[in-house]
């Protein structure tokens, strides 16, 4: 009955096995991709006196407009060419892109030129027989029907976006290294010159003393009180030298160079308090941190990645099916190869079926879903770091400029007191132990104001970086 059927008809049931094999190609098990929600409040608890609603996001800021001193501008340039943390983090995308790459090729077959020559004993025992091939070849070509290499592919492309997101993160903590390096090395100096003064002051003291011992005006006590914080303020000057020196080396470290000459002759005139201001910056909402920072993305990226496992691990449930084809010449004499007559082919398609496997396709899928959970949790710690990092550089910001103006007032009554009380002794009205008291007080709540400077223009480098500021794709298209 069948040969009666119109060619058309006999043309549709031949094609109807390739057409279902086509759909089964369209399969994939990956699971959707849903984002969890941000396990964060919807706003920061302080956001601060003095913030900005309609200035530019930090990441949105280039670090050459945002710190604009000149000589950290030359450090922040050499950093990003020398640093080697960051030039690992830039290999490290390569070798993820050509990984992935290597996984995107095993959906195609791989054609092989073959070539071969066989010498064995005839059959009938007399005497060898020769057989020479040569040709093109398929071997062992998976046909992804049930998307397991599909789902592979798109789990080695979340691996190198998410490595992509690593080097954006790596640029943004080495600016804000190399930024906060900077700005310690200021302070540094600046300690270094409030004791070399101390010390002078001291010094002369131990002077004075010894004078007015000689002459019966003090006592040998007020000599010895003299000299022991002359000692002291010797001790803390050996210890910031060696404090600014090993800060050097750590900045050296960033830069993957030392400082250039001009930049460190440039340090012992530098004052915290003359530095490059910086931009106030807005802080947006907390969700605005999902797309602004790396980090985060990448651990989303991380997340659709372990999507990309289960659909492979649920593939493997289902038959593989590969192919082993060649096509080519086939003759028992060298020279008869690629004559008329000698071309032959061979197609091989195996199916292979899982039906006893001891629970490893199973242990495989559970495996894959516990390690979306733990990529799940990741990500959602990584939100919850990035809301508690910016909410405490906002608290900072909120108070250390309240805290300065409170030191620097506190400089200056200890100032004042400490010349009224050399005046005073001086004068023989106030004993030694009052001077020396205030010069201890002068002393401490000076170094306290660099230290809380410090900290202030630290903390403005910290909400910049926390933002997602320090990489942005004008920097990346001048650096390629």
Same mark, same amino acid.
């Given at each position: 009955?069948?040969?009666?059927?119109?060619? *058309?008809?006999?043309?549709?049931?031949?094609?109807?096995?390739?057409?279902?094999?086509? $759909?089964?190609?369209?399969?994939?098990?990956?699971?959707?991709?849903?984002?969890?929600?941000?396990?964060?409040?919807?706003?920061?608890?302080?956001?601060?006196?003095?913030?900005?609603?309609?200035?530019?996001?930090?990441?949105?800021?280039?670090?050459?407009?945002?710190?604009?001193?000149?000589?950290? +501008?030359?450090?922040?340039?050499?950093?990003?060419?020398?640093?080697?943390?960051?030039?690992?983090?830039? /290999?490290?995308?390569?070798?993820?892109?050509?990984?992935?790459?290597?996984? &995107?090729?095993?959906?195609?077959?791989? %054609?092989?030129?073959?070539?071969?020559?066989?010498?064995?004993?005839?059959?009938?025992?007399?005497?060898?027989?020769?057989?020479?091939? =040569?040709?093109?070849?398929?071997?062992?070509?998976?046909?992804?029907?049930?998307?397991?290499?599909?789902?592979?592919?798109?789990?080695? $492309?979340?691996?190198? @976006?998410?490595?992509?997101?690593?080097?954006?993160?790596?640029?943004?903590?080495?600016?804000? =290294?190399?930024?906060?390096?900077?700005?310690?090395?200021?302070?540094?100096?600046? @300690? $270094?010159?409030?004791?070399?003064?101390? $010390?002078?002051?001291?010094?002369?003291?131990?002077?004075?003393?010894?004078?007015?011992?000689?002459?019966?005006?003090?006592?040998? @006590?007020?000599?010895?009180?003299?000299?022991?914080?002359?000692?002291?303020? &010797?001790?803390?000057?050996?210890?910031?030298?060696?404090?600014?020196?090993?800060?050097?080396?750590?900045? =050296?470290?960033?830069?993957?160079? #030392?400082?250039?000459?001009?930049?460190?002759?440039?340090?012992? #005139?530098?004052?915290?308090?003359?530095?490059?201001?910086?931009?106030?910056?807005?802080?947006? /909402?907390?969700?605005?941190?999902?797309?602004? *920072?790396?980090?985060?993305?990448?651990?989303?990226?991380?997340?659709?990645?372990?999507?990309?496992?289960?659909?492979?691990?649920?593939?493997?449930?289902?038959?593989?099916?590969?192919?082993?084809?060649?096509?080519?010449?086939?003759?028992?004499?060298?020279?008869?190869?690629?004559?008329?007559?000698?071309?032959?082919? #061979?197609?091989?398609?195996?199916?292979?079926?899982?039906?006893?496997?001891?629970?490893?396709?199973?242990?495989?899928?559970?495996?894959?879903?516990?390690?979306?959970?733990?990529?799940?949790?990741?990500?959602?710690?990584?939100?919850?770091?990035?809301?508690?990092? %910016?909410?405490?550089?906002?608290?900072?910001?909120?108070?250390?400029?309240?805290?300065?103006? =409170?030191?620097?007032? +506190?400089?200056?009554?200890?100032?004042?007191?400490?010349?009224?009380?050399?005046?005073?002794?001086?004068?023989?009205?106030?004993?030694? @132990?009052?001077?020396?008291?205030?010069?201890? #007080?002068?002393?401490?709540?000076?170094?306290?104001?660099?230290?809380?400077?410090?900290?202030?223009?630290?903390?403005?480098?910290?909400?910049?970086?926390?933002?997602?500021?320090?990489?942005?794709?004008?920097?990346?298209?001048?650096?390629?």
């Amino acid at each position: 009955m069948h040969k009666h059927q119109p060619p *058309r008809t006999r043309a549709a049931r031949a094609l109807a096995p390739l057409a279902a094999i086509a $759909l089964l190609a369209g399969c994939s098990f990956i699971p959707s991709h849903e984002r969890p929600a941000a396990p964060v409040p919807q706003a920061y608890a302080q956001p601060g006196s003095e913030m900005p609603t309609t200035a530019k996001a930090a990441a949105d800021i280039d670090w050459k407009e945002y710190f604009t001193d000149p000589r950290l +501008q030359t450090l922040l340039g050499i950093a990003l060419e020398n640093n080697r943390d960051l030039r690992v983090a830039m /290999l490290n995308v390569e070798q993820a892109r050509a990984q992935f790459q290597i996984q &995107r090729a095993n959906q195609y077959p791989t %054609v092989n030129a073959i070539a071969s020559g066989t010498r064995q004993p005839k059959t009938s025992g007399d005497g060898y027989s020769n057989l020479y091939q =040569a040709g093109v070849g398929i071997s062992a070509w998976e046909m992804d029907f049930f998307g397991r290499i599909a789902a592979l592919k798109e789990q080695a $492309l979340a691996q190198y @976006l998410a490595t992509a997101e690593a080097r954006k993160s790596a640029q943004i903590s080495l600016v804000a =290294a190399v930024a906060s390096g900077w700005l310690t090395l200021m302070a540094d100096e600046e @300690l $270094l010159d409030i004791s070399r003064r101390t $010390l002078q002051t001291r010094e002369e003291s131990v002077k004075l003393t010894r004078l007015r011992l000689e002459h019966g005006v003090s006592s040998e @006590l007020d000599s010895h009180q003299a000299e022991s914080l002359a000692q002291a303020a &010797r001790a803390t000057y050996a210890q910031q030298l060696r404090q600014r020196q090993l800060d050097e080396n750590a900045l =050296a470290l960033l830069l993957g160079q #030392s400082l250039p000459d001009a930049v460190r002759a440039s340090l012992p #005139s530098s004052r915290l308090a003359d530095a490059a201001p910086m931009q106030p910056l807005p802080p947006g /909402l907390p969700s605005d941190l999902l797309e602004r *920072r790396p980090d985060i993305r990448q651990a989303e990226q991380m997340l659709i990645g372990a999507n990309a496992n289960i659909g492979a691990a649920r593939a493997a449930f289902f038959p593989r099916i590969a192919l082993t084809a060649q096509v080519g010449s086939v003759s028992s004499e060298l020279s008869g190869l690629f004559k008329s007559g000698s071309w032959a082919f #061979s197609l091989a398609p195996q199916l292979a079926l899982p039906i006893f496997d001891a629970g490893r396709n199973q242990a495989g899928l559970e495996a894959a879903q516990a390690g979306r959970q733990i990529a799940v949790a990741q990500y959602e710690k990584s939100i919850q770091v990035a809301f508690r990092e %910016v909410s405490d550089a906002l608290a900072g910001q909120a108070t250390l400029q309240q805290q300065s103006e =409170a030191q620097r007032a +506190q400089v200056q009554a200890d100032s004042k007191r400490l010349q009224l009380s050399d005046l005073r002794y001086r004068n023989g009205v106030a004993s030694y @132990l009052d001077l020396l008291d205030a010069q201890r #007080s002068l002393f401490a709540t000076e170094q306290a104001l660099v230290l809380t400077r410090l900290q202030q223009l630290q903390n403005q480098v910290t909400l910049y970086k926390v933002l997602g500021g320090g990489w942005t794709e004008a920097t990346a298209a001048t650096r390629s």
